[in-house]
């Protein structure tokens, strides 16, 4: 298939060796198998040229939610007032019935969100419970991660990367909980997978407290950051800001090459990205780089 801008899209044979597939300037990709990522590497070796995106041991980095937030703890952005964190989390590999004395001894406070350890593209990856009190806990099913809730006004800010560039968009997310909820809530409660494209809360009648965009200065630094840590350069930030405290910002998730039809303007912009990375391309070759 060839776009108006004179990018062709072709599929790749898996079945057959690259090398008598293309010529490729650019092969653009989601997997993260050893035999895939041993496919590319024999590839790359007499390819050079090519780029790569991403390069898979680096996708496989973000299909654990607990090497994902890892790199989250470990930016520098103390030039910043904003803090941004990731919520206290606790990792279950098996076992449910050690759930309770697991979170007692990690100090975390209900109500907890439970996601499953490994995201692996499927729907049920990006399932989410809500756990409201301890008793409850052994009913959840490992390996998963276990993360604090934290209030965020039931808005979640999706921040989208494109090589250098960034949008982000709002989102409908898990409401409040409060005392009372604590209170009267008992059990697990399966969630709905948010951040939907039918949750958009771009144009919803919102506190300007709670709509307010994070500032783009931070937004811009942050992708910088994580481009550099993660060695990729397609995904997509789930942040939210804590209610009542203004600058302090959580990242909850990071997803690899995410669905950018929800994205404003993605056709433009990835284009222009793909675009930029063949001229890159050719500026290399003709100065004999």
Same mark, same amino acid.
């Given at each position: 298939?060839?776009?108006? +801008? !004179?990018?062709? =899209? ?6 057959? $060796? ?36 991403? $390069? ?23 030039? =910043?007032?904003?803090?941004?964190? *990731? ?10 019935? &050690? ?7 990690? !100090? %975390? *406070? /209900?109500? %907890? ?15 989410? &419970? ?25 808005? %979640? ?17 898990? $409401?409040?909980?409060? *005392? #009372? ?6 059990? @697990? #409660?399966?969630?709905?997978?948010? &951040? ?38 397609? =995904?997509? @930030? ?10 302090? #910002? ?6 690899? =090459?995410?669905?950018?039809? +929800?994205?404003?303007? #993605?056709?433009? @912009?990835? *284009?222009?990205? /793909?675009?930029? %990375?063949?001229?890159? +391309? ?5 100065? !004999?780089?």
């Amino acid at each position: 298939w060839r776009g108006k +801008k !004179g990018i062709s =899209f072709i599929p790749i044979d898996e079945t057959r $060796p690259l090398s008598e597939q293309g010529p490729f300037d650019i092969i653009l990709h989601k997997k993260t198998s050893k035999e895939w990522q041993r496919f590319l590497e024999d590839y790359h070796e007499v390819h050079p040229e090519v780029t790569v995106l991403d $390069p898979p041991n680096a996708i496989e980095h973000l299909n654990n939610r607990q090497s994902m937030l890892e790199e989250v703890a470990d930016l520098n952005l103390s030039s =910043f007032y904003e803090e941004v964190c *990731t919520p206290r989390q606790l990792v279950i590999m098996k076992d449910p019935s &050690s759930i309770p004395t697991a979170v007692a001894m990690a !100090g %975390l *406070t /209900l109500p %907890l969100v439970a996601k499953p350890l490994v995201v692996d593209g499927t729907s049920k990856s990006h399932e989410l &419970s809500l756990a409201y009190d301890e008793a409850s806990l052994p009913m959840l099913d490992p390996p998963l991660v276990l993360q604090e809730f934290v209030n965020h006004g039931g808005i %979640l800010f999706k921040v989208y990367i494109i090589g250098e560039a960034i949008q982000v968009v709002r989102r409908f997310s898990l $409401p409040d909980v409060n *005392t #009372y909820d604590l209170l009267n809530n008992v059990g @697990i #409660y399966r969630l709905p997978r948010v &951040s939907c494209a039918a949750a958009s809360a771009d144009h919803a009648d919102l506190d300007p407290r709670i709509a307010e965009l994070p500032p783009r200065p931070l937004l811009e630094k942050l992708g910088r950051e994580l481009r550099g840590r993660l060695g990729l350069r397609l =995904f997509n @930030i789930d942040m939210i800001r804590e209610l009542g405290a203004n600058d302090r #910002y959580y990242i909850i998730d990071i997803n690899y =090459f995410p669905g950018y039809g +929800k994205m404003p303007g #993605y056709e433009h @912009i990835f *284009t222009d990205f /793909l675009q930029s %990375l063949g001229q890159n +391309k050719y500026q290399r070759c003709l100065s !004999g780089g």
